[in-house]
């Protein structure tokens, strides 16, 4: 089966500029989370969606937002971009539905370069 | 606040020698701790789980073992292959409560390098 689809794989983008990464979870999964990779601070949860609600957040600015549709699919938005929000941003699918199944899939990510 | 963390950032062995890496973590309520493999230029790979209920847990030449008393992770590689260069993290979450809520805690990560 088709795996997590992240697009674009590499973004660069200017101080101040905002973004929006998208993120297609497996067929069936309903939950997407998102995680931001920085060499300094390491693999930090940005928030979790299933359903269409956002389940979790991190402790990230409301600058970063997201929001997930009726198809599972997933966006992430960064407004006000600052050069520290460069980073591989990653979106993980899960089936997020209580089964104690623990797996979750990992897409290639979105490198993003803010100049 | 509460971290998952490594004990040894780098990790050099011999292919064919056994692989162990290690992995603190602090948050005595975690359920669920995982372990991924992350190749160059690629997201996190899942490899095994194990949750707080059990000390041991074998998947395919690959042990995780979990010290609930030191609050250590470890997870060992069998029979270490070049293949198996890559950054190995630890995870934890704790857990899912009702509807399954999915947010893990990562540690900073150990390279794996497989000496031919």
């Known amino acids: 089966k088709a795996g997590v689809t992240q697009t674009p794989r590499y973004l660069i983008k200017t101080r101040g500029q905002q973004v929006t990464l998208s993120c297609s979870p497996i067929s069936g999964h309903r939950s997407v989370s998102w995680y931001q990779q920085t060499p300094g601070q390491g693999l930090q949860f940005l928030f979790e969606y299933f359903s269409e609600t956002q389940r979790n957040k991190g402790n990230f600015p409301g600058r970063f937002s997201g929001r997930q549709f009726s198809n599972s699919r997933s966006e992430m938005n960064v407004s006000t971009l600052e050069l520290g929000d460069s980073a591989l941003y990653l979106c993980?699918?899960?089936?997020?539905?209580?089964?104690?199944?623990?797996?979750?899939?990992f897409g290639q990510g979105t490198r993003l370069t803010v100049v | 606040g509460e971290s998952v963390g490594l004990h040894l950032p780098t990790l050099s062995v011999q292919e064919g020698d056994n692989s162990i890496i290690n992995c603190a973590y602090s948050n005595s309520a975690s359920d669920y701790f995982i372990w991924y493999k992350q190749e160059s230029g690629k997201g996190p790979q899942f490899i095994i789980d194990?949750?707080?209920?059990?000390d041991k847990r074998q998947g395919q030449r690959v042990t995780v073992l979990l010290n609930k008393t030191v609050k250590h992770l470890s997870l060992q590689i069998a029979a270490t292959q070049p293949g198996d260069s890559a950054v190995y993290f630890c995870a934890e979450t704790p857990g899912f409560s009702g509807a399954g809520s999915y947010q893990l805690t990562f540690g900073k990560g150990t390279k794996l390098s497989v000496i031919p």
């Open positions: 993980a699918s899960s089936l997020g539905s209580g089964t104690g199944n623990t797996e979750a899939f």
């Open positions: 194990i949750r707080s209920n059990m």
